[in-house]
Structure formats: structure tokens, C-alpha cells
């Protein structure tokens, strides 16, 4: 069974990017044959400066490895190292109707934020689905907010099979994520870059420390028992430690007796240690920038075979060789 996933590579990663996506990756990555990669085209459809999408996607894939990305076990690269994702999307797009694309929620909210709608933009689904039928993938692990786009992909591949033989493409399955397992922010949104509340997984101890101290709460007095329900320093807090100690929390807020304050700091203590053996990783990992460089090379090489054996096949199926 084959695996895969991307990421964009869009900026710092939060703690609600790496529960959301890239932890349960890397739970993945040994019941099957993974795929990992970075999306940098798509990153493209909003971000064009160079050097930074150059850095976002470095820092992305040294986080990445430092989480726990096994390279001995997923094949790990960079979309662009296998530009032939844009041929198998040109050959998507001549069985895309209009009206798919014009359904697409992605897009249509983007346009309603006031992102200016390039071709691109419109045509994301298509290369998502090059993606994903490019290395015959079975498995496709996403958020929600990509649901969408695996039924677009779903139905390319139906379309592409009916029209050039059945078994051209492998029609993949999404597994979306439990929507229960949305990480809150500072101020109890679900977190996102886009509100402005996230905790980075990494970065310095001070700022990180005054971030989660700022918190929002309510008023309710320090001898008061807390309200538990909707609580984000509780939501948080049980992402990073065991059970036992979330009900001590628990039970220590309906007793009443301290302030805020006080659970922020035991917040603080149990992500800065949940996240402690990531950062020693990723340190390891910055020393020696050659290694990076020879899992992706590694990745892309292994992604190109893959994909070159699913190309020729379509290639022959659409008459574009012999
Ligand atoms: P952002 O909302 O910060 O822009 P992205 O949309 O780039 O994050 O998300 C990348 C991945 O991280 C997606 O798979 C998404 O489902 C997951 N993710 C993002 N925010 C959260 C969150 N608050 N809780 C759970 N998963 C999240
Ligand atoms: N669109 C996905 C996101 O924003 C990233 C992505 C690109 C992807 N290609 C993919 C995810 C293929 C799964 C499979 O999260």
C-alpha cells in the first residue's frame, strides 16, 4: 500500500500543523510505503519571492526530519525534483471540466479573501491530483479542508481510466483526519496561520514562554473553581502530557485555589519538554546541512523511478508515445 502526503512549505510550523499533519504522518510512515513531499509549486500560487520559498522549504524539511521523518522508511522530497508532475497535470487538466474547478471551496474562498485569482490558483486541484496519481498512491492522508481535492483527484482518475483504458491510473482513498483533534489557539480559534494565534513548534525559549503566558482566559477569580469545557489551556495541555496528569489539571480547575498563571506555567513546562528531543534533532540536524541535502537528493531519486514507470504507462494509454 502506497502512502502519500504533502505539505506547503507556507512559514514557521505551529503545533496545530504538526498534530494535525505531520505527527500522524510520521505514525504512518511504517504501515506502508510513504511518500512525503514538499509542496513547492503550490506554495508558488501565492508566495513568489525567491529566497524565501527557497528557505521555507528547507526549514520545512529540516522540521520535518527533526519531528521524526525516517528517510530509511519514507521516501521524502521536493515536488519540483520531479517536474513530471507537470505533464501528468497538463494531461489531468484536457479531462478537467471547467465546472470542477469552479466548485472548488479552496478557490472560492481564497477569491472571497481577496487573493487575486491567477490560473494557477484555479488549476491547484489538478496538480494536487498529479501528485497524487503520479505515484500510484493508495492512501492519502489530509485535513478536512483538502476533502475536495481528493474527490477532484478521485474523478480525474475515473475520467482518465474511462476514456484510455481501465487500470491506467490507480484511483486513490483519502483519509481525513478527526476533525475532534483541531489543536485551539492563543485565543481558543482553531489555530492558524492565518489568525494570527499560533505557537511555533520551535524557537526561542523567552518569546515562546511570554506567547504561551499570553493566553487568553477569563476572568474567573483565583480561589474560583475554573470552567473546563472550552478550555484552550487544557486542549493544549493534554496534547503533551499522559492522561493522569491532564485529569490532575482537570480536577485541580473544578477545585478552584489557584490562578491562571499557574497552569499556564505547567503549559509551558510540558510543551517545552514534549518538544525537547525535536530540537536536540533539529540542532543535530542544522550542523551538518549536507545531510538534508542528501535525503531530498536521495527522495527525488527514488520519487523519479517511481514516477517514470506510471508516466510511461500513461504516456502509452494517451497515445503521447508508442
Ligand atoms: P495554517 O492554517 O496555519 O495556514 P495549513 O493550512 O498550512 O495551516 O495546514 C497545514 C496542515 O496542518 C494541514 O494538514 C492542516 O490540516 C494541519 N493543521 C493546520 N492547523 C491545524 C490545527 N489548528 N489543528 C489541526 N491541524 C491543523
Ligand atoms: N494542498 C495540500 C495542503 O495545502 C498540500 C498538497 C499538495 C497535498 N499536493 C498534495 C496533500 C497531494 C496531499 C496530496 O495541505
Redesign the pocket.
Known sequence: MRILTG??P?GKL?I??Y???MEPAICLQSQGEAFYFIANYHAMTSLHNGPELLANTRELAVDFLACGLDPAKAVFFRQSDVPEVNELAWILSTVCPMGLLERCHSYKDKVAKGISANHALFAYPVLMAADILLYDSNLVP?????KQHLEVTRDLAVKINEAMGEGTLTVPEPMI?DES?????LDGQ?????YHN?IPMFGEEKPLRKLIMKIVSDSTAVEDPKPTENSTILALYKLFVSDSDYQEMVASFQAGGFGYGHYKTLLWEAYWNYFAPMRARREEILADPGYVDQVLRQGAERARETAATVLNRIRKATGLSA
Open positions: 505539505l506547503q507556507s505551529h496545530g500543523n498534530f494535525g499533519a489530509v485535513g478536512k479542508d483538502q483526519r483533534a483541531v489543536v485551539p489557539g482553531k489555530m492558524s496561520k492565518s499560533t
